[in-house]
Every structure is written in structure tokens, then in C-alpha cells.
């Protein structure tokens, strides 16, 4: 494996990390599908 | 040319005071004077632009001017596929991007009366915040020779502040709009997501990517918004949210607004130019009735995270077959970057999916129950020299990528609408640009907030060394 390579991989890895830590208590129901909906659920402002 | 905003100048072209074909003629001049040293460009199309400036000027002459675009001319950043030219998206490959549709956000400035003048310089494939372009040269910041522009909108930060167009059409995916506006010290809107359609336009990053205009004030991009903006049945990630009147609001001043500057993250490690400058446009926009706090924000860290892991496998995705067969052609840089995706599982970007939404809700949630926008830098240092961003390994050129757009990439993550405007001039004589941010499809009061400081504070005013001759 290159110095790049070794690099990559720990940059992936400590996003991954994040992830998971915040992603450990994801309820059954919690989708990863419309961000658009997501932002559109918020009401409009008058 | 220097003192036209795409307001005066288009009331000056229904008035009859000014041809637009003349007008097309002493821009296509002044690009052919200046652009060989600005890299704004790619493409420039004159005859293209001639012919729908003669076409506009009969329909004036005819008394059918089409609204408060007519004659205005401008230029789409070379990921917006138009029809009859080249889309580069900045590699080495001429037609890179084919589309049998034109950009959806270009096609609907040109019908409201634009006039493109070309194709815009980029960073490659979209992916660099700093303009620079292994195949079509560096694009040069017009402030100061041999810094950087910003990117990837390179060219049309370049172009808006050196006068030679009067607005540009960008993409921000991660920054990409408002960190060439806060380089080259013009405006800059990263709508929200879904505001405006991507359909026609490269992706990088379908989750991710927003077109949005970029223009010398915030009343022009409030004006380009309105053209661009609202649902198209070819981008299903498009809003059907009604689309309002966003001119209609700037004049209502900011007075009672409740504006926040953020304890946390967005001042870390930020150059003392820039945290005085953006510190100062807060204490501006205070004195302009607006009630200004301080708020502690929900960490950005891991939306951030979320970002990259979906840039990374989206992007791989996207460009996928030359990464495989022809990687010579793509510049070390952009080589690297791809390369991410390809050691994601689906396991994790489907995870960033799910706490992306979850992230976004809790912030809008929180956030936007004390304030209606937050202000925050942009670039966290005036626009650094291009031979400094390029120096050394890869691995530290992508390092210093990701700290370069570490202030703008939690809002692409968030889909949030975020406008990048002036906010002052660091002692080298760069700009340096303030990020107001809003909730989702409330473009309207950041637009407002914008413009009530831009017009107080005069930064718009000042014009780059090329633009004044």
C-alpha cells in the first residue's frame, strides 16, 4: 500500500467514524432517501 | 461598463439608451483585451451571442421586450451544457458533457433575454475551491494577479468582478459559488436545494450540486434567482415550492430581523482579517435595526462528514469511466479526489443518507427557532497565491482544499439557501466575503439581509484594477 493509499484510507475511516457514532441509534424508520423532502417538510415563512 | 448593475443596465436597454448588439460588440472587445490574462473563458461565443443580441434588439425595436433580462449579458460556467458549444466541465476533453437537453437554469435566463457571451473557466471537474486548471490555465483573481479565484466557479467570479459580463451562472456542491464570490469580492447565492434545477448541468454530486447565480449585487441575483428558479419535471430533485418575488422583498430592510453569529466552528482557525471583517458587517447590519446575537450552533462536523462520504461515492460514480479507461487525462488532483468513492462501502453512504436528514431537521429545528439567518465568513483567509495552493504532495494540496472550504461545505450537507457577499478588503487589497444563511427555501429574507447590508456598507462599489479601464 502507497504513503497515498495509507492517507486515503484514514481520511474515509475518520468520516466513517463520525458516521457511525452518529448513526448508532438510527430509529428502523429513519429513510435515506429526499433530502428534498426533508427541506420542503420545513413550513414556509409568510 | 464599470458602474452597470443587471438592473440599471437593463432599464438603460428598454429605455433605448443603449444597443444590445453594441453592447455585445464592446464586452466581446473588452474579453478579447483582457481575458487572455484573466483565464476567465473557455468558450467565447460572439457569433452566438451577436445573433441573440440582434434578435433582442428587433424585439425592442418591435416593443416586446421580455422582461428585466432583455439584453443582459452573461456567461454559464463550463459545466452547463448549451447547445452548439463545447461543455468541457474544465478537463482536457473538449465535449466532456453531452446533454440532448440545455442546461434547464441557462435555458431559462436566455428565454427571459440573456445573452451568453461563452462558457466559463472551472476548476476541474468541479473539484477545487481555488480555480486553478491544469488544462485551461489558472484563473486569475482580478484583484491581485496570481492569486486565486476561488473555485470551481473560477471564471465566473473572475468575470462578474472584472466587468466582463454582468452575471454567470455557477455551481456549488461544496462551496463552489460563494468561495469564488467572496475571492473575487462579488455576489454569490448557493440556493436551496431543489430551488433550482440541475438538469442539462454536469453533476458532481446529485445529493449536493446547486446551480445559482453570481452577479455584481444582490438585487442582480435576487433578479437571475427569479428566471432561474422553480420546478422542472427533467430534475426530479427539483422544489415544487411556489417561487416568490424575491425583488419585492430587498426593500423591506432588516429591522427587527433576529441575526446570529455562531459561538462555535465558524470562527476556528479563521485569519484575524477576515473574523474583524465579518464581526464588523454584524455590528453594520445591528445598526441597521436588525437584532444581533451570539448562538452556540449544533456541531457542523458531522454533517460535514456526511457531505464528503456522499461527494465521494457520488462523484466517483458520476465520472467513474474515465477514472477507469483514461485517467491520464484528468489532472493529479482531481485523479486523487475520485478516487475516494471507490473505497466506500454502501453501507456507510447509505448511513450518511439516513443521519443527513436527521442532522438537517435538528438544525433548522434549533437554529432557526432564535434567529432567521446566520452570518458567518466564507473563506477563512484572503484568496492565497496559486503557486502556494498547488505546491507540495497531493495529499497536502487535498488538505489544504478541505480547510480552504471548511466554512462553506456544512451548508451543502444542510441543503440550506447561503449568499456570499463583500464584507471588506483584507490590507493586500483581496476581498473578503460574509456568508448570510437561511432557512430552506427562505431565499427571500437572505436575500433581504444581503442587500440591506450591501447597500449600507458600499463594498459592491469598489472595482478590481481590470474593470475600471
Known sequence: MTEGDRALRAVIADARAVIERVAADLALAEEPWGHLATLEAEPERE | ?469
Open chain 2, 1 to 469: 461598463m464599470s458602474d452597470w448593475t443587471i438592473a440599471t443596465l437593463a432599464a438603460a436597454l428598454a429605455a433605448r439608451q443603449l444597443s444590445p448588439v453594441e453592447l455585445v460588440r464592446d464586452l466581446l472587445a473588452r474579453i478579447d483585451r483582457l481575458d487572455p490574462t484573466l483565464r476567465a473563458f473557455i468558450t467565447v461565443d460572439s457569433d452566438g451571442a451577436l445573433t441573440m443580441a440582434s434578435a433582442l434588439e428587433r424585439e425592442l425595436g418591435a416593443g416586446r421586450p421580455r422582461g428585466p433580462l432583455h439584453g443582459v449579458p452573461m456567461a454559464w460556467k463550463d459545466l452547463c451544457h448549451v447547445p452548439g458549444l463545447p461543455t468541457s466541465c474544465g478537463t482536457k476533453t473538449r465535449e466532456y458533457f453531452i446533454d440532448e437537453r440545455e442546461c434547464e437554469a441557462v435555458r431559462r435566463l436566455r428565454r427571459a433575454g440573456a445573452v451568453g457571451l461563452g462558457k466559463l473557466n472551472m476548476t476541474e471537474l468541479a473539484l477545487g475551491p481555488f480555480g486553478d486548471n491544469p488544462h485551461h490555465g489558472d484563473a486569475q483573481n482580478p484583484w491581485r494577479a496570481g492569486h486565486a479565484a476561488g473555485g470551481s466557479s473560477s471564471g465566473a467570479g473572475v468575470a462578474v468582478a472584472a466587468g466582463l459580463v454582468l452575471g454567470a451562472v455557477g455551481s456549488d456542491t461544496g462551496g463552489s459559488i460563494r468561495l469564488p464570490a467572496a475571492s473575487c469580492g462579488v455576489a454569490g447565492l448557493k440556493p436551496t436545494y431543489g430551488r433550482v434545477s440541475r438538469a442539462g448541468a454536469m453533476p458532481l454530486s446529485w445529493s449536493l450540486d446547486h446551480l445559482g447565480p453570481m452577479t455584481r449585487t444582490v438585487a442582480d441575483a435576487a433578479l437571475m434567482l427569479g428566471a432561474m428558479a422553480g420546478h422542472d419535471p427533467a430534475d426530479a430533485t427539483s422544489s415544487r415550492r411556489a417561487v416568490p418575488d424575491y425583488g419585492a422583498a430587498l426593500a423591506r430592510g432588516v429591522a427587527g430581523l433576529r441575526v446570529g453569529l455562531p459561538e462555535n466552528y465558524y470562527f476556528d482557525g479563521v485569519s484575524p482579517e477576515v473574523a474583524a471583517a465579518v464581526r464588523e458587517a454584524a455590528r453594520a447590519i445591528a445598526g441597521l435595526g436588525a437584532v444581533v446575537t451570539e448562538l452556540r450552533l449544533p456541531d457542523p462536523q458531522p454533517v460535514t462528514e456526511t457531505a464528503s462520504i456522499i461527494t465521494w461515492c457520488e462523484s466517483s460514480a458520476v465520472h467513474a469511466r474515465i477514472v477507469r479507461e483514461r485517467p491520464h487525462e484528468l489532472g493529479p488532483v482531481a485523479r486523487a479526489r475520485l478516487e475516494f468513492g471507490f473505497h466506500v462501502s454502501a453501507l456507510d453512504y447509505l448511513q450518511a443518507a439516513r443521519i443527513r436528514a436527521r442532522l438537517t431537521r435538528e438544525f433548522v429545528r434549533e437554529v432557526f427557532a432564535e434567529v432567521d439567518v446566520l452570518l458567518a465568513p466564507v473563506i477563512p483567509e484572503p484568496a492565497p497565491p496559486l503557486d502556494r495552493v498547488k505546491a507540495g504532495a497531493i495529499d497536502d494540496v487535498v488538505a489544504r482544499m478541505a480547510r480552504f472550504a471548511r466554512l462553506t461545505r456544512p451548508l451543502n450537507g444542510l441543503g440550506l439557501p447561503a449568499l456570499s457577499i463583500p464584507c471588506g478588503f483584507a490590507a493586500s487589497g483581496l476581498p473578503l466575503g460574509l456568508q448570510i444563511i437561511g432557512r430552506p427555501f427562505d431565499e427571500s429574507t437572505v436575500l433581504r439581509v444581503g442587500h440591506a447590508y450591501e447597500q449600507a456598507a458600499g463594498w459592491w462599489t469598489r472595482r478590481p484594477p481590470p474593470a475600471r479601464g
